[in-house]
């Protein structure tokens, strides 16, 4: 995950895991020399004229070889949830929810279904599901007060 300064861009990559060196205590070793951009994959990549609010709730789906596909959360006046699928050079971003309440955690992800707390008021929060590939999805999985934490 990459992000500027003014946290005004943001930007998911890949790197080849064979750019990286293991030291003996475990740690990873700075590299001096500069990647070259033909092994850098930008997955994401977002702008904003004020600033990024980062989330590091991101969860990877099984992927086939040469395909990275993932669900993760991001605001944009309300955080919501998206899912990305790259690969090779064709990248497909869908918004899995929308409205005027916000995602606050993304729980489990599976093949086929999300999993989610989202607050709809200041005093509840709710679980909900969405399916990934026609993106129906369901409250009242679980009621909860706000400050009763599920999972």
Same mark, same amino acid.
């Given at each position: 995950m990459l992000? %500027?300064?003014p946290q005004q861009k943001f930007s998911l990559i890949t790197?080849? *895991?064979?750019y990286f060196t293991e030291m003996s205590n !475990?740690?990873?070793?700075e590299e001096d020399?500069?990647?070259? $951009? $033909?092994?850098?994959?930008? *997955?994401?990549?977002?702008? &904003? %004229?004020?600033?990024? #609010? =980062?989330s590091e709730d991101i969860r990877f789906l099984s &992927?086939?070889? !040469?395909? =990275? %596909?993932? =669900?993760? *959360?991001?605001?944009? /006046?309300? #955080?919501?949830?998206?899912?990305?699928?790259?690969s090779g050079s064709d990248?497909?971003?869908? /918004? *899995? +929810? %929308? !409205?005027e309440w916000s995602v606050t955690s993304l729980l489990a992800v599976t093949p +086929?279904?999300?999993y989610f707390h989202a607050q709809l008021n200041p005093i509840q929060q709710?679980?909900?599901k969405v399916e990934l590939e026609n993106r129906e999805w369901f409250s009242n999985l679980l009621l909860m007060a706000s400050s009763t934490p599920v999972l």
């Open positions: 992000l %500027d300064r790197l080849p *895991l064979e !475990g740690t990873m070793e020399e500069a990647l070259p $951009s $033909s092994v850098i994959t930008t *997955l994401v990549s977002k702008t &904003s %004229d004020t600033w990024i #609010n =980062v &992927s086939e070889e !040469g395909v =990275v %596909d993932f =669900v993760y *959360l991001h605001e944009v /006046k309300h #955080n919501h949830l998206y899912r990305v699928t790259c990248t497909t971003e869908t /918004k *899995l +929810t %929308d !409205g +086929t279904t999300v709710h679980l909900f």
